[in-house]
C-alpha cells in the first residue's frame, strides 16, 4: 500500500466529520461550515474533499465535511 501524496506531501489523517451542532435553518448549517474551515485551513495542510448541509429527519440541518490532513 503506498501513502496518498498531494503537492509532494503525504496523508497523514483523513475523517468525514458531521457537526454535532444541529441548527434550525441551512444558512445557519453553512455558517457552522464555514467555522470548519476556519478550523481546517489549507495553510496548516487541510485539503476539503467535499463539503456540503444535510436536513436531518427532524427537520434541522448540520454541516458535513469530508477532509483530510496532509504533512
Known amino acids: 500500500?503506498?501513502?496518498?501524496?498531494?503537492?509532494?506531501?503525504?496523508?497523514?489523517f483523513e475523517e468525514t466529520f458531521k457537526s454535532p451542532f444541529e441548527r434550525d435553518t441551512q444558512a445557519g448549517a453553512l455558517q457552522v461550515l464555514e467555522?470548519?474551515?476556519a478550523e481546517h485551513p489549507a495553510s496548516s495542510g487541510w485539503v476539503e474533499?467535499?463539503?456540503?448541509?444535510?436536513?436531518?429527519?427532524?427537520?434541522?440541518?448540520?454541516?458535513?465535511?469530508?477532509?483530510?490532513?496532509?504533512?
Do not use: F
Open 1 to 12: 500500500m503506498t501513502a496518498m501524496t498531494t503537492e509532494g506531501k503525504v496523508k497523514t
Open 35 to 37: 467555522a470548519i474551515r
Open 49 to 71: 474533499e467535499t463539503a456540503y448541509v444535510e436536513q436531518l429527519p427532524n427537520g434541522k440541518w448540520r454541516a458535513v465535511r469530508k477532509h483530510a490532513k496532509y504533512a
